[in-house]
């Protein structure tokens, strides 16, 4: 069974910057596409970045535009979030996840097949 192990993550300050990164625990396993979703207690898991192994391809979500950037690591089979200009309503649980279909639809959470177990983002005003 593949896992998706994250790191990065906790405390920053508005305006500052994090770096979230996500491998799997076999890098020879084969994934279409990888990326962050996030959720605050009591709401829905959105969108972060999400990105394809093929080309690089990115989707991010409309608030995280122009502020985050997901980048990729073929060879490990990882991902990394740099999340800069931080906001108060930047903290939640964000969540690597990474999807096997081949032309999946990479911004629809439920194409997903691994998730990792989440790692915590609180940014102060």
């Known amino acids: 069974q593949v896992q998706l192990v994250e790191s990065g993550g906790g405390l920053a300050q508005a305006g500052e910057s994090l770096r979230l990164s996500c491998a799997a625990s076999?890098?020879?396993?084969?994934?279409?596409?990888m990326g962050w979703f996030r959720r605050v207690p009591g709401q829905e898991r959105e969108l972060v970045a999400v990105?394809?192994?093929?080309?690089?391809?990115?989707w991010y979500g409309e608030s995280v535009k122009d502020r985050f950037i997901i980048s990729r690591d073929n060879a490990k089979n990882a991902v990394s979030l740099q999340m800069n200009r931080l906001k108060a309503e930047d903290t939640a649980r964000y969540y690597c996840?990474?999807?096997?279909?081949?032309?999946?639809?990479?911004?629809?959470?439920?194409?997903?097949?691994?998730w990792g177990q989440g790692t915590q983002v609180t940014v102060s005003s």
């Open positions: 076999d890098s020879a396993f084969s994934f279409y596409a």
């Open positions: 990105t394809k192994f093929s080309n690089g391809e990115a």
């Open positions: 996840a990474a999807e096997t279909e081949v032309l999946g639809r990479v911004t629809v959470q439920s194409e997903y097949d691994y």
